[in-house]
């Protein structure tokens, strides 16, 4: 069976890919749709219930804003961080970790040190740290995200290039007398990208739950804009008597890491791979 015809033969991962297109459409095309943004004040309509019939969809919160239009900048605000953090995460992690396990020796253990001891650290530190030097908002997370998400791709690229640096085709390479970096870039990287895809797309859905849970600490995104994290740190206030406001954004979410996490796993069995592993 071939690979794109294996996971075509998985029904869970092809209705996952579909709910994940769906919600990509609805971020992006959704406030078309609406005649409210995420700004607006509707002093009439406070903490109103969802009605389909209304101008409010899904409602709206304590200060009369429509949670519709919120709820979609907060679907755009975790796929583009959950995508550009996958993005950085991948570059920086194959780099680092094709270098470590090609060249090996000393190199490859100050390398590996260097990891243990990021991983070894307080994540919260990190983002403290990080919040005072860029401030909040999207950039920061950005960076946030791309300073810690990247230590576990470096060890699964290492682990890989371990073992293909001992392939007779890079025997053959460094007779030719290719050098270290033409071979890791032509050789290397190539022949690793099948386990660092499936990784990549299982890092999705991480990213975005880190996300989630910094927006929820009020680390992430600030008003007035919003993300998925923000909108359930604001309905758990509300859970009581204004139940709507925690459940949709919470509903999307958890719909969107169950879809994103089927999809990884239907990459894995596609491709055919084992357990990642492990340095």
């Known amino acids: 069976m071939s690979r794109g015809r294996g996971l075509r033969s998985n029904p869970a991962a092809i209705t996952s890919c579909v709910v994940v297109a769906a919600y990509v ?16 004040l509707d002093w009439n309509n406070v903490a109103t219930a969802p009605a389909l019939s209304g101008s409010h969809w899904f409602g709206t ?20 961080v959950g995508l550009v953090g996958s993005l950085i995460s991948l570059a920086v ?15 490859d253990r100050l390398m590996m040190r260097f990891i243990e001891v990021l991983s070894g650290l307080p994540l919260i530190f990190f983002v403290i740290l990080l919040t005072v030097i860029f401030g909040h908002g999207r950039h920061f997370l950005f960076v946030a995200i791309g300073a810690v998400g990247w230590l576990s791709m470096a060890r699964i690229v290492r682990g890989q290039a371990l073992s ?26 190539p022949n690793l990208m099948g386990p660092v895809i499936v990784y990549a797309a299982l890092t999705v859905p991480q990213i975005i739950m880190f996300e989630s849970f910094l927006s929820f600490l009020g680390l992430g995104e600030q008003e007035p804009h919003a993300s998925l994290g923000t909108l359930i740190a604001e309905g758990a206030g509300e ?24 999809i990884g796993d239907g990459l894995r069995e596609a491709l055919d791979l084992k357990d990642h592993p492990r340095s």
């Open 61 to 80: 919160d304590r200060l009369g804003r429509d949670l519709y239009a919120r709820t979609l900048e907060g679907m755009r605000t975790s796929l583009s």
């Open 239 to 262: 859970i009581e008597t204004a139940a709507w406001i925690l459940w949709i954004p919470c509903t999307i979410l958890a719909a969107l890491l169950l879809s994103l996490n089927i």
């Open 25 to 40: 459409l609805l971020a992006l095309l959704g406030p078309s749709f609406s005649p409210n943004d995420i700004q607006t």
């Open 93 to 107: 992690g194959i780099a680092f970790g094709a270098v470590s396990g090609y060249v090996g020796g000393r190199t």
């Open 164 to 189: 293909i640096r001992r392939r007779d085709y890079i025997e053959a390479a460094v007779a030719s007398g290719a050098g270290a970096a033409r071979i890791i870039v032509k050789h290397v990287v």
